[in-house]
């Protein structure tokens, strides 16, 4: 019972309650990078990136050290449960998947090299899971801001499937999603620029070891 819970997901029915608004203060600046935190409010001309891909804390690590990309969070998207705590979220009573928020500019770095890069730090045909990490909470999700960015994302989805395929590995799970039915939440304080915080933190990184074809 206790894995079937872990694994699947919940109706907005079954979701844990939440709360009216964030609970807990966030650092004013990123720990990385010359940016704030929060970036509700983001520079003119920059565009905004969210991915699930596995336990966020080495999956914020890789997107801060992107050139081009501003800012980063870490939080929880995909789910119903408003305000979650990170120990609903890893209970799977909540629906979200944990998540990292990027925030970067097009000038420098386009949004299909995200997707890629994306796609090769992670294991995208695991569905409820990232190698020992079992659980809704890391499944790989890409949540779309603009029409653009939904097409850019399947057209590499596609791609990277092919050669996926070739090379005989399994259908790709990605959740693809409008980021506008989902609202992303950030995580707290302990959790943002983990890796930076305890530099030999846990990291996982359950690659396919398969480029994706640019």
Known sequence: ??????????TAD?????REERWFPL???????????????????????VFGLGCFWGAEEIFWQVPGVWSTS??????????????????????????????Y???????????????????????????????TQYR??????TPEQEKVAREVTDRYQAELTRRGFDAITTEIRPAADTPYYYAEDPHQQYLLKNPFGYRCHAKTGVPVPR
Do not use: W
């Open 27 to 49: 650092s004013e600046k990123h720990r990385a990078l010359d940016a704030p935190l929060v970036t509700d409010e983001v520079p003119d001309g920059y565009e905004v990136a």
């Open 140 to 145: 790989s999700a890409i949540y779309v801001s």
């Open 74 to 103: 870490v939080g929880y998207a995909g789910g119903h449960t408003p305000h979650p705590s990170y120990e609903e979220v890893c209970s799977g009573r909540t629906g979200h998947t944990e998540a990292v928020r990027v925030v």
């Open 105 to 135: 500019d097009p000038a420098k770095v386009d949004y299909a090299e995200l997707v890629a890069q994306f796609y090769e730090v992670h294991d995208p045909t695991q569905g409820m899971r990232q190698g020992n990490d079992l659980g």
């Open 14 to 18: 079954e979701a844990l309650r939440g």
């Open 1 to 10: 019972m206790f894995g079937r819970t872990k694994t699947t997901l919940p």
